[in-house]
Nanobody, 119 residues
């Protein structure tokens, strides 16, 4: 099993910055990738960014050039640096890990952290 705990959310003004963190524990050597997702009120959960075991990154078009995902070498913490924030970035942000369990990929999710951007 992999446990994920998000932190660092809060209130920011439009144009400002926040960094949120995802503390990872458990079967860390089995992790393939960790991603950030978000869910705004009344909307479905959407992909934000991901980073793989080889540190390859990918971003949603809506956050490219503004958000940066990174991790430490041991997968203990995954970060999402959010710059030039917009009100439409307001959402609950979740981190999710894809890990091999018994040879098959499984997803594990954190409980989420609220990010609110005021105009």
């Amino acid at each position: 099993q992999v446990q994920l705990v998000e932190s660092g959310g809060g209130l920011a003004q439009a144009g400002g910055s926040l960094r949120i963190s995802c503390a990872v524990s458990g079967r860390i050597p089995s992790i393939i990738a960790v991603g950030w997702y978000r869910q705004a009120p009344g909307k479905g959960r959407e992909f934000v960014a991901t980073i793989t075991i080889r540190s390859t990154t990918d971003y949603a078009d809506s956050v490219k050039g503004r958000f940066t995902i990174s991790r430490d070498n041991t997968w203990n913490t995954v970060y999402l640096q959010m710059n030039s924030l917009k009100p439409e970035d307001t959402a609950v942000y979740y981190c999710a890990a894809e890990a091999l369990v018994g040879g098959s990929p499984r997803e594990f999710w954190g409980q989420g952290t609220q990010v609110t951007v005021s105009s």
